[in-house]
C-alpha cells in the first residue's frame, strides 16, 4: 500500500514510475528483459468530458469526493466489466472539462466501461 503513495494511478508521471520500477527490479534482483517476460499492461482508454461546471467535481486521490453518488456509480460500473477501473477528475489544462482515465483486460471492456461512464457524468451533469 506504501507503494500506491508514491505514484498517482489515475494521471501518468513517467519518470516516478520508472524510478520506482528501477528500484524495485534491483531489489528483485531482475533486469528489464525478466520484466518483459511477465507483465502485461491493461488496455486503457482517456477522454476529455465537457461539463457545465467542473468546480462541482471534486477529487482527492483517486476518487470523486464530490460528486459522493457519482463516484459510487463508477466503482459499481468499474465492477462490472474484468479488471475495470476509472478514474474520473477536474482536467488542470481546461476549464469545465474533467479527465477520465479507464483501464480493462480487453480493449472491448475499456470502451464499454468508457462508454458507461460518459453516459453517467452527461447524466450527472445535467442534474446538477
Do not use: C, W
Request: proline share 4%; charged share 25%; aromatic share 6%.
Amino acid at each position: 500500500m506504501f507503494l500506491l503513495k508514491l505514484i498517482n494511478q489515475s494521471r501518468s508521471d513517467a519518470m516516478t514510475n520508472l524510478l520506482l520500477m528501477e528500484a524495485i527490479l534491483r531489489d528483485q534482483d531482475m533486469n528489464i528483459g525478466d520484466l518483459a517476460k511477465i507483465y502485461s499492461a491493461n488496455p486503457t482508454k482517456k477522454a476529455r468530458v465537457a461539463v457545465a461546471d467542473a468546480k462541482k467535481f471534486k477529487a482527492a486521490d483517486y476518487f470523486l469526493t464530490e460528486p459522493a453518488e457519482l463516484q459510487t456509480a463508477l466503482a459499481e460500473e468499474s465492477a462490472k466489466v474484468p479488471g475495470g477501473r476509472a478514474f474520473l477528475f477536474p482536467s488542470q489544462v481546461e476549464d469545465n472539462h474533467l479527465e477520465l482515465v479507464v483501464e480493462a483486460t480487453t480493449p472491448e471492456g475499456a470502451e464499454a466501461l468508457s462508454s458507461a461512464v460518459l453516459s453517467l457524468v452527461d447524466s450527472k451533469d445535467k442534474n446538477l
